[in-house]
């Protein structure tokens, strides 16, 4: 009987290190992809903010052949082919790092 309980004593140490080992395989990996998801959403975010950048840029550029000044109210037409070069430039961003 004591030898039945040490085997299965063994058996059971044996499991709980392989459990262990996995668990520990699973963090290492999971950390892993936190830091590639994490990486991913840093490109994300200062690809989005070049475009938002590049967007104010044209804009003012726009306000200017209108001859006013940064910031101006452009007419709607132009706001309209600046917004959706935004929105395409935004949408490169998530496209080139999905």
Known sequence: MK???????AVVVVF???IVSI?????????????????R????DN???DAYDYYIE????ACKTENKGDNCLLPLYRKEMLDESKANDEAICVERYK
């Open 47 to 49: 690809c989005m903010k």
């Open 3 to 9: 030898k039945i309980l040490i085997g299965l004593s």
């Open 23 to 39: 668990n520990a395989m699973n963090k290492k990996e999971a950390d892993r992809q936190w830091v590639k998801e994490a990486s």
């Open 41 to 44: 959403q840093v490109k994300i």
């Open 16 to 18: 709980l290190i392989v």
């Open 58 to 61: 044209n804009w003012n550029r």
